[in-house]
């Protein structure tokens, strides 16, 4: 059986730092790409970042560039997410997903539904 588990999460204010991790176990996930995701109350999931297996090529979204870092690493089947600066827009629940990665060199998927397992989330609020 397939698990992610989110981990990091929490209460920090405007301006500070948080990395959240995301530990995949249940097979073997060479190849897969893996991503973060967030939805805050009274919205959609939306995209923040995600990372390729092979080339480690990544995407962000624009309201997290420059802020949020996204790596991985293969041999622990997790990823991480490095968020500094963060603002009172960046509070929601945090996910990370995983799917198969595409055999072209192209950037990762953005599109949820293209994401086949998730974990449960992690929450993140950050207080002015």
């Known amino acids: 059986q397939i698990q992610l588990v989110e981990s990091g999460g929490g209460l920090v204010q405007v301006g500070g730092s948080l990395t959240l991790s995301c530990a995949a176990s249940?097979?073997?996930?060479?190849?897969?790409?893996m991503g973060w995701f967030r939805q805050a109350p009274g919205k959609e999931r939306e995209f923040v970042a995600a990372?390729?297996?092979?080339?480690?090529?990544?995407n962000y979204a624009d309201s997290v560039k420059g802020r949020f870092t996204i790596s991985r690493d293969n041999a622990k089947n997790s990823v991480y997410l490095q968020m500094n600066s963060l603002k009172p827009g960046d509070t929601a629940v945090y996910y990370c997903?995983?799917?198969?990665?595409?055999?072209?060199?192209?950037?990762?998927?953005?599109?949820?539904?293209?994401?086949?397992?998730w974990g449960q989330g992690t929450q993140v609020t950050v207080s002015s």
């Open positions: 997903a995983i799917k198969r990665g595409s055999p072209f060199n192209v950037a990762p998927a953005v599109d949820p539904v293209e994401y086949e397992y």
């Open positions: 249940g097979r073997t996930f060479s190849g897969y790409d």
């Open positions: 990372i390729r297996y092979i080339g480690g090529r990544t």
